[in-house]
């Protein structure tokens, strides 16, 4: 189940959000301590769906201002107006405590425990002490420090569904986030979605919608693997769009998520036995190549793995990025005797170099501060490599920036001179954000060909799940949904 806070912090406000959030969720929760003076039966009697009512104190993470006697007396309050559920937490003085779990309804009784600075090493002693007392469904809620805190989360989750206690547990901050989107599949009886960004009721949270249509939380799930990209940051990544999108056209109950990794040696060890496959992105491209039992030829080759996928009992290293532009490519040109100059000289300028040079390109490469690292790139490659500001005097067929110059913010930025461009030359750009960059849109103006960056992202993504999946995503698909994203 879906729940979404009702988090006011206005009467007015807090029935706008009920009867949006009623389309979205499941089971709503009204928090009294975020809304001003609520009166408490009109919001009841507004909610068409089952509700928790939280009155949660400050050192709980709340706002309520009162003692903690006049927290309780709200929470009877609300059994008697009719709430399906309420949740105290374990924390309230046991005086007031007690007696609130002894004369309530236990299978309308949420007992909360939260910790907002760390996540135990050992969950099960709180477990078993809450499942002691009074109160049908337990709730804990921690603040995780460490990516693998998570896996303590749902290893508690597991042995709650063996027992069949009905357990709400998860990990708060941005190391918490997978908790909240994979807790519900391990057994957990609901998680939390905002209505929207800025309206989350604890650090973490993702957008409700986002849970339900995306990552389809609400889907039964007897049997499923779990994909996924890392690296830091992975924020901005767009992975989990079409990947979840391409695993729903195939009826798959398969799932992908982002993971914040810094430690990549530390990840792969904690979570091997978790996932089945990843996405990886910078910094972590290089750096997970030593833990892997074999890589790809052509990964070898350019210096940098992206795709990791289980093949037996190994795991083995891919490139995409180097196929998806290709293939970007070839869709508009033949490369073979191509005079091909390459804006940049990093990690992509490597990968698709080497791709160019196999197809025949007649490959040329740019530095701009950095030659030291330019001449190291022109020697892997065998090619030749001018300063960026001279790369308009060349012969030219194909010009492929895979620099970050005029990704967003810095959309007014381009990495090539307008005058430069020539009619009938091919022009592609790595970045895919904006979705027409200054030099896309300077080239088209020009007579150029155009490819847009998000082809390569398409391709690169779509090559990545035939390799986890053995079945091949649809392009159009990937390509609707992405685009769909970035125009937002």
Request: one cysteine or more; proline letters at 5%.
């Amino acid at each position: 189940m879906i729940c979404i806070p009702i988090v006011g912090p206005s009467m007015p406000k807090a029935f706008e959000q009920i009867t949006l959030a009623s389309a979205i969720a499941d089971i709503l929760e009204l928090r009294l301590d975020l809304i001003e003076t609520p009166d408490l039966s009109t919001l009841l009697d507004s909610a068409q769906l089952p509700v928790i009512v939280t009155n949660r104190s400050k050192h709980d993470g709340g706002q309520f201002k009162g003692t903690d006697e006049d927290r309780v007396q709200l929470l009877r309050n609300a059994l008697k107006a009719g709430a399906d559920y309420v949740d105290i937490e374990v924390s309230t003085p046991r005086e007031y405590l007690q007696p609130f779990l002894e004369e309530g309804d236990p299978s309308k009784i949420i007992l909360s425990f939260h910790d907002f600075s760390h996540t135990p090493e050992d969950f099960n002693p709180l477990y078993e002490t809450m499942r002691e007392m009074p109160g049908e469904i337990i709730k804990i809620v921690t603040y995780a420090r460490d990516l693998s805190d998570n896996l303590k989360m749902f290893e508690l989750l597991k042995r709650a569904r063996q027992e069949k206690q009905k357990l709400i547990g998860l990990c708060m901050g941005d190391l918490g986030e997978i908790s909240r989107i994979l807790s519900p599949l391990f057994g957990g009886f609901l998680t939390f979605g905002s209505l929207e960004a800025g309206q989350e009721s604890a650090p973490g949270q993702i957008p409700a919608t986002t849970l339900k249509d995306i990552y389809r939380v609400n889907s039964e799930r007897s049997d499923f693997k779990i994909y996924g990209v890392i690296g830091n940051p992975v924020s901005k990544s767009l992975g989990y769009l079409v990947h979840n999108r391409a695993f729903q056209e195939k009826a798959s109950l398969d799932i992908y998520v982002s993971f914040l990794v810094d430690n990549v040696e530390k990840f792969f060890n904690d979570f091997k036995d978790f996932f089945s496959g990843l996405s990886v992105t910078m910094p972590a491209k290089e750096q997970i190549m030593p833990l892997l039992d074999r890589v790809d030829e052509t990964a070898k080759k350019i210096g940098a793995v992206n795709t990791v996928v289980k093949e037996g009992a190994d795991w083995v290293g891919y490139n995409t990025d180097c196929s998806g532009a290709i293939s970007a490519l070839e869709a508009c040109t033949s490369l073979q005797g191509k005079n091909v100059l390459i804006l940049g000289s990093g990690g992509t300028a490597k990968a698709i170099g080497f791709g160019v040079k196999e197809k025949g390109g007649l490959l040329t490469v740019t530095y701009n501060k950095n030659k030291e690292r330019g001449e190291s790139l022109a020697k892997e490659l065998d090619c030749e490599l001018v300063h960026s500001r001279d790369a308009g005097t060349r012969a030219i067929d194909v010009l492929i920036n895979c620099s970050p110059v005029g990704m967003s913010p810095n959309i007014n930025e381009t990495p090539f001179l307008a005058r430069d461009f020539k009619e009938g030359m091919v022009v592609f750009d790595s970045v895919y954000n904006p979705l027409e960059t200054k030099l896309l849109r300077e080239a088209k103006s020009a007579g150029c060909t155009v490819i847009p960056g998000y082809e390569l992202f398409i391709n690169q993504a779509a090559r990545q799940f035939e390799l986890w999946t053995g079945q091949p995503a649809s392009i159009d698909s990937l390509r609707e949904v992405l685009l769909e994203k970035l125009r937002s």
